[in-house]
């Protein structure tokens, strides 16, 4: 009699604990649903087409994920601001939103290792004169706020002590701003560089050149504890670089040569 | 319920900066309150002109200024203007926006109170030799000061308000600015924002409290 | 001039984003100006001192720009984990930011209903209640209703700011249209257009009221 009350104890306290750690990885599978929070004004890393549907880079990332996991996937609109609390929320699981890895961030969310890779560009306005990032100094230039290359760019403006530096809130308005002639100069990733100059909507601005800041590493992002999915994400970036995908990917959105994921001389 | 732990002391690092900002904040909700306030009376006095052209522009202001959101005026002041050629730094843009924004409640406050002085008065000043621009300086635009300024001291705390929106046009001076590209940053949301809330509430009731002792030096009879 | 990239579905977009303005506007107001009569009534009847906690409260609400109190709802609501989407967090801070301004206006509304008016009411043997039904509710609405358009009115030009919070409304949707067509000043002009269609005819219904109700004529 006792024995059995105490069979039983232990095994509801089995089956209540497993309920308890059931994680995010977990949940995602059994919801069927994986909520992907994507930027859509960052072409050609998300956008949107002539229907106003999600496309780009992110966008099929976030698909060939869900594919993975076997769920269906949902693209949750996030303007940079709002990636954070959208996965704090609740409201979404993953990020797949070209986010850098700074340290910073890393205490407040969980990285995984990098994703992509951007390198840093000087676009122009054609009136400023601006030919090379030396140029920049003294010059009124723009980036979109909190970014990796704000951040840089800033700093190269205290440093040089002339010039204004403003930060935009979505990229759409630097490049905007950019070719109305309100600043004269952007740093910007190369991609999102060459994606917005070749649209053509943006007349006399041109990329004149590489900006001599570090490869602006993004990785996916999830909640800090969720150690099981982020291993999972881990795996599956560097499954796509295996298999080929991430080529494939590249070359369907960006073209030209695909930049490397790994760092050179240190593990992560 | 909460797994999230707070990091407040990186916010309170970061309160100098915030502090800045404030008064960056105080300088422009000033200084488009000052420019509102002289464009209000302009716009006054061309609705009471008579003059078609002017009262049609007045009229025109005010309802475009009343009926648009701030947001969107400022917004237009930076990238619609700059459509013509016409750059506005952030700062101007915003100052433009608040600016155009007050002028244009201002100016209906105005109206207001203008209702709350008897037509005679001026009449009287007329009669006494006075020509219809003195009789207003003299005679309307004093009382009418009077009636408005309650109004106009919640005008002020909009105008406070409204300069948060300075970051949508690339402002990263003000309180606002500051905050965001703290948040930015670090997504430490909750803790910076929270801060900033609590000066913005500390600036609206100095702001209120200096008018309202503005008001009793002023008007004492 | 007139040439445009603007397509009939890009429209159909705009209007959609008028659409989620005006959801927005009516909810928010809906709720905010039910709270803002039971904080009102609250207010009044327990007098200055015993309401102060709530005069504090609200008064936050509007001393503190919408934007930060927008992000601030938002955090906090990712931090308690309640999964809303940016839907219900911008109508719930909308309504308790339109429920501060309210509690206001519904104070000033009974307060302008004359003591006398409502003592005659009680001596005829009106309950409390009948006597804020059938006196103090018609009076009070007559005086708080013109400043209650302008609220609606405020109320739905500051929607705009929920764009902050990825919803697409008007003016979310006039700049996502801007970033594709790249035509700024024509986008912004009819966005801003639209706002004064929505706007005017409330407006002037609320002027034709404050005329026809102001009570000196």
Known sequence: ?268 | MFSYTFHWNQAFRALPQMLDGALVTLEIALLSMAIGLALAIALTVFRLSGNRVLSGVATAWVEVARNTPALFQIYMAHFGLGNFGIHLSPFTALLAGIAFNNAGYLAENFRGALKAIPETQARAGRSLGMSSLQAFRYIVLPQMLRVAFLPATNQMVWAILMTSLGVTVGMSSDLAGVTQELNARSFRTFEFFALAAVIYYLIAKAVTLAARLLAARMFRY | MFSTALTWSDLAFLAHGAGMTLAVTAVSVAAGTVLGIVFGVIRFQFGPYWSAPLTFALDIFRSVPLLIQLVLGNALQSIAKLGWPPFTTSCVVLSLYTAAYCTEIVRGGIDSVPVNTRRAARSLGMTWWQDMRYIVAPLATRVSLPSWIGLTLGVMKDSALVLWLGLIELLRASQILVTRLQEPLFILLLCGAIYFVISLPIARFGRYLEERWSPND
């Open chain 1, 1 to 268: 009699m006792k024995i059995s009350v105490l069979a039983f104890g232990l095994m509801a306290a089995t089956a209540l604990s497993g309920q308890a750690y059931a994680d995010k990885l977990d949940d995602i599978i059994a919801s069927g649903t994986l909520r992907c929070a994507v930027v859509l004004d960052f072409p050609p890393m998300g956008a949107r087409d002539a229907s106003n549907n999600p496309i780009g880079f992110d966008v099929d990332y976030c698909n060939d994920l869900a594919k993975a996991l076997g769920v269906t996937a949902e693209i949750v609109e996030t303007p940079f601001p709002e990636r954070i609390p959208a996965l704090m929320s609740g409201r979404v699981d993953v990020g797949v939103a070209s986010t850098s890895d700074t340290l910073e961030r890393a205490k407040t969310v969980g990285m995984t290792v990098p994703y992509f890779a951007f390198e840093m560009a000087v676009t122009a306005n054609d009136k400023s004169g601006v030919k090379s990032f030396e140029d920049m100094k003294g010059k009124t230039v723009g980036a979109t706020a909190g970014t990796f290359e704000a951040i840089a760019l800033e700093k190269s403006v205290k440093e040089w002590g002339a010039g204004e530096f403003r930060p935009y809130q979505t990229q759409a308005d630097v490049f905007l701003a950019l070719s109305q002639g309100q600043i004269d100069a952007t740093v910007s990733t190369s991609t999102v560089a060459q994606a917005n100059v070749k649209t053509g909507k943006f007349p006399g601005i041109s990329v004149v050149g590489k900006a001599p800041y570090d490869i602006d590493y993004v990785s996916l992002f999830t909640n800090r504890e969720e150690y099981g999915l982020i291993n999972y994400l881990n795996l599956f970036i560097n499954q796509q670089v295996r298999t080929g995908r991430y080529a494939e990917l590249y070359k369907k959105w960006v073209g030209g040569d695909l930049p490397s994921l790994a760092v050179n001389g240190v593990y992560r």
